[in-house]
């Protein structure tokens, strides 16, 4: 069956963002001139999706009113000829977006089983807003196709630092082909020095409809929140889930660093801007080596 269904979470906290996400939630927060949740919905565009289902909490509304059409300002944009800006406004006809509320953020695991309804008996992808990824084919439709050949799920995973192990759910793996892999074992962020691979998950998967059914019984885990990772280590024992290095560069937009690191990137890929980002870091470099740090 062909994977046409997504599922955004975005109903956490965003307390690494604090005090900006007090009243606005991160995944509004603009990378160069788009909300970082539109870099995710573009991807699972590019990668055939039909349906997104976003999943929001308390004080996300901003993300529905993004997603809406926008009467008075397309209007306004048209009359003074301003098409290029008309363009970035207007929503993709191609995709329907939906919305569900987690009433609780409980974790992603619990975020993921609030749109069950919506998934119903088919395979579906999930895209974290955390994770941006750059490529030439798109880091879900890299998956989508793995999932075309072995008919399972299969998890988007990026080999991190060794010291960074224990931010990320990691992979045991037991076999590899290329740039597939076949899992032992699926761990929330084990201590450093019990990591089993550095073969991190980052924030795209695509799962056959049985991972509901799990997550619906999946007990707390780590952080007292229902764990995503600790399900997808149950699904492995009754079918086979598979890793699944993707091409491309990620972004880990989640973190402060990581923010400034994905803003800096994007807008070295806009031609109207690079030369500019970079005479300002030649600028900052030699102040800096001026001053000694
Ligand atoms: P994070 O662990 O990054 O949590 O969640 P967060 O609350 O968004 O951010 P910080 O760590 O407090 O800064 C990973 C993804 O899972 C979603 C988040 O929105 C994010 O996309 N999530 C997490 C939920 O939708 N519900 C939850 O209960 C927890």
């Excluded at 989508?144 to 931010?167: A, C, F, H, L, M």
């Amino acid at each position: 069956m062909k994977v046409k269904k997504a599922i955004i979470p975005a109903a956490g906290l965003g307390t690494r963002f604090l005090p900006a996400t007090k009243a606005m939630p991160k995944e509004m927060l603009p990378v160069v001139d788009k909300p970082t949740i539109q870099y995710i919905v573009e991807e699972a565009i590019e990668s055939g999706i039909e349906d997104i289902i976003i999943v929001t909490g308390k004080g996300k509304r901003a993300i529905e009113d993004h997603f809406d059409h926008a009467f008075e300002l397309e209007d306004n944009l048209y009359k003074k000829e301003k098409f290029d800006l008309l363009d970035k406004v207007k929503q993709s006809a191609k995709v329907d977006i939906h919305y569900i509320r987690q009433k609780e953020p409980k974790g992603l695991g619990h975020a993921i089983w609030c749109a069950r309804k919506f998934i119903g008996d088919e395979p579906f992808a999930v895209l974290l807003g955390d994770d941006i990824v750059r490529s030439d084919e798109p880091c879900l439709k890299q998956l989508i196709n793995q999932y075309n050949e072995t008919d399972s799920s299969v998890i988007g995973v990026k080999q991190v630092p060794e010291e960074e192990t224990d931010r990320y759910g990691i992979i045991a793996p037991k076999k590899q082909d290329g740039r597939l892999y076949e899992v032992e074992h699926f761990v929330e962020k084990p201590a450093v020095d019990k990591a089993p691979s550095n073969l991190a998950i980052i924030g795209r998967y695509v799962f056959t409809p049985e991972i509901m059914d799990l997550l619906a019984t999946q007990e707390t885990g780590r952080g007292g929140e229902v764990q995503l990772t600790d399900a997808i280590e149950r699904l492995n024992v009754d079918q086979p889930v598979y890793g699944y290095e993707f091409e491309g560069e990620r972004y880990d937009v989640g973190d402060q660093i990581g923010f400034i690191k994905t803003t800096l990137a994007i807008a070295m890929e806009r031609e109207e801007m690079r030369e500019d980002v970079l005479h300002h870091m030649r600028e900052i470099m030699e102040k800096h080596k001026s001053m000694n740090i």
